[in-house]
């Protein structure tokens, strides 16, 4: 007798919590996460609803919103929830909408004036709270989630807060970047009158502050980075940012997922952000993106002249000061670089003086331009990521699909994503070196360049590799799919390891 065919696995409730997400607010790579991975889990037909701070630029973004409840009495301020559509998608997108903590100039974390709001210990309980409500189905939606997706400190009180309930979702947290936790004064934690049994070594008492992110590593059903090298970096000394300890306790919940890449956004055959389309079998076309790319920035446009992209936070994390030591250097030979960022007013200074000194091979911009970020990455014969520390990255996985050979650090998702030239032309997508040292990075940027001038034929067969790979978020998505049905298979134990 035949057996039966196998039932097919339940559709899933999923509750998205996030403190930004592209298209309608982003700071970082949380950001990108937060607006692609629901869409691919819709795209996978589960039932999923993605909950923000009903910031100025969000609802702005998302246009067309209604009030879907009035039930989050969780604070002293008026608070309701606004319903629409992710842009793009047809992700529903819940906003909590308290005006007096997220209806301001700025970006989600910080003012205009680059320093923290002085009420994020406030700001993201109340955000906290009001998801667990919509979690344990008490804002009147008549929608209980299967599990609660919780990503950075942004969001480590949910799963704390819903710990306490005896009937509760299980919880997921993803940690975006360790270094970031939400730390706040005591004094904070006891006015906001946040559960005193969560005050503890094991809850959410660090050095005699409260940590918001220990919310989340102690108390969800499963905890995930996004990158399998991170998840593994972040259990030791050096990368755990005092947290390794509790980290290698609560091991066998921990995993890593690599995050996808937004293909929609980032392909060169599409990006409507180039001059001209190309792809892995009509490569012309990267030629003129890079011609028009010098033209833009005021750099000869020589063809045969190898031009190397920056983009990103300028700070130590990212390796700046790495680059800004070899840069004189570098800058001797015929190259031409190009540097797109913000960051540390220190490094914006010495950068831009090194762009004054050497107008014909080096051009920096200090700021953020998304298309001039996807120009670079199409125009760009090698982009830098020489980071300390990496949880995933995703520039050079957007490198990679342009063409653009990544020169990375083996850290975090860089070590997952780029193989380096010595592994040979049949697996190579890029150059990777190994110690955070200048000498490390410009041996390795020497190496690069002598294979571009000496060998186009191999540098054009690690181009075609690099093409080849396939990092998209249906992968990740339904890496997330397993996970949230490990952490349902937990719920209810997620203080044990």
């Not at 009035?70 to 005006?99: C, F, I, M, N």
């Not at 920035?297 to 700070?315: N, S």
């Not at 020169?407 to 380096?420: E, I, K, N, Y």
Request: glycine share 8%; with cysteine.
């Amino acid at each position: 007798m035949a057996k039966p065919a196998p039932r097919p696995a339940k559709k899933l409730k999923i509750l998205f919590a996030a403190s930004e997400a592209h298209p309608l607010i982003k700071t970082g790579g949380l950001g990108d996460v937060a607006g692609a991975l629901p869409a691919a889990l819709h795209n996978l037909r589960q039932d999923v609803r993605l909950i923000l701070p009903a910031y100025r630029a969000a609802m702005l973004g998302i246009g067309n919103l209604k009030i879907v409840s009035l039930s989050l009495q969780t604070d002293p301020y008026p608070l309701r929830l606004l319903e629409g559509k992710l842009p793009g998608s047809g992700v529903r997108v819940w906003l909590v909408d308290a005006p007096h903590y997220f209806d301001r100039d700025g970006n989600p974390y910080t003012g205009a004036d680059g320093h923290d709001w002085p009420d994020n210990a406030a700001r993201f309980a109340t955000f906290a709270r009001a998801v667990s409500a919509v979690a344990l189905d008490q804002a009147g939606l008549r929608w209980r989630p299967d599990v609660v997706h919780c990503n950075d400190w942004q969001t480590g009180l949910v799963p704390a807060l819903l710990s306490l309930e005896p009937a509760r979702p299980a919880t997921v947290f993803t940690i975006h970047n360790l270094a970031y936790q939400g730390i706040f004064p005591a004094a904070d934690y006891r006015s906001l009158g946040l559960p005193p049994q969560l005050w503890a070594m094991d809850g959410l008492e660090f050095y005699g502050q409260a940590s918001y992110i220990k919310g989340g590593l102690n108390y969800a059903d499963m905890l995930n980075t996004v990158s399998p090298t991170y998840a593994e970096e972040i259990r030791t000394p050096a990368f755990g940012c005092q947290l390794d300890g509790l980290l290698r306790a609560r091991a066998a919940r921990l995993t890593g997922i690599l995050n996808g890449a937004d293909y929609a956004e980032w392909d060169p055959a599409t990006d409507p952000h180039l001059p001209q389309h190309y792809s892995a079998n009509a490569l012309q076309g990267k030629a003129a993106n890079k011609s028009a790319l010098q033209q833009e920035l005021g750099l000869p446009r020589a063809a045969e002249v190898p031009l190397i992209g920056f983009v990103g936070r300028l700070v130590e994390q990212k390796g700046v000061d790495l680059l800004l030591t070899i840069l004189p250097q570098l800058l001797q030979q015929e190259v031409q670089v190009v540097i797109l960022g913000s960051g540390n007013k220190a490094f914006e200074t010495a950068l831009a003086a090194l762009a004054v000194h050497y107008p014909q091979r080096c051009h920096v911009k200090i700021g953020f331009s998304e298309a001039l970020a996807h120009r670079i990455e199409a125009g760009a014969d090698l982009f830098l990521m020489p980071s300390r520390y990496e949880p995933c990255g995703l520039n050079q996985i957007y490198s990679l699909r342009y063409g653009t050979l990544p020169l990375v650090r083996r850290t975090g998702g860089l070590a997952d994503t780029v193989q380096d030239w010595s592994e040979g032309t049949d697996r190579a997508t890029g150059f990777v070196f190994d110690e955070a040292t200048p000498r490390a990075l410009l041996d390795t940027l020497l190496r690069a360049l002598k294979l571009y001038g000496s060998d186009r034929r191999g540098w054009r067969r690690v181009m075609a590799n690099a093409m080849a790979r396939d990092y998209s978020w249906q992968q990740s998505a339904k890496a997330y799919l397993e996970l949230y049905r490990l952490a349902i298979t937990h719920a209810g134990a997620g203080k044990a390891p």
